[in-house]
């Protein structure tokens, strides 16, 4: 984990408590026997609950490179029933429609808002704890796997025609 990682993770933990790093979000299901990725994914962070949200840091020089790799990973998370948001530091472009754009030097705690932001207009209040706060103690808990293969069932989570449009992008 970078430094940088490290701080928006910091700020980010201080309003959702229940938000870990790194995670690891297990494969559930893949779409109409779509081909998807056996293995558990390694996330940045993870938010757990009843409609998990997977948080990755793309800093710019590490995934200059990694466009169509962040979109299928972005893909399968959402084919297994996350919420997947992007933080995607400039001048890399957006690769999925809930992808918050930074810049290197903006304050660890902007970012973290704006992924707060993005995760309360997500879950809505339906996805809210009882304090309120999306990832509050007391919520569900999605299990945390390890990195063992998966069992992949038919049929798959629904997600939001953003969502859907994104998991089809190659």
């Known amino acids: 984990m970078s430094r940088r990682e490290q701080e928006v993770f910091e700020a980010l933990h201080r309003r959702l408590p229940d938000l870990v790093s790194p995670g690891t979000a297990a494969r559930h299901a893949a779409p109409d026997g779509a081909a998807r990725r056996l293995r558990s994914w390694r996330v940045d962070m993870l938010l757990p ?21 962040d979109r299928d990973k972005t893909a399968d998370l959402i084919a297994s029933g996350h919420l997947v948001i992007r933080i995607r530091e400039m001048p890399l472009s957006a690769v999925s429609p809930h992808d918050v754009l930074c810049t290197a030097k903006q ?3 902007e970012v973290a808002e704006q992924v707060y932001q993005k995760i309360l207009a997500l879950r809505g209040p339906a996805g809210r704890g009882p304090g309120g706060e999306p990832g509050s ?8 796997f390890d990195d063992a293969d998966v069992t992949i069932s038919p049929g798959g989570h629904q997600t939001d025609e953003r969502d859907q449009r994104f998991a089809g992008t190659t």
Do not use: F, I, T
């Open 107 to 109: 304050p660890a705690e």
């Open 137 to 144: 103690a007391g919520r569900d808990r999605l299990d945390v």
């Open 49 to 69: 609950g009843s409609r998990p949200v997977a948080v990755e840091y793309d800093g710019a020089y590490w995934h200059q490179d990694a466009a169509e790799r």
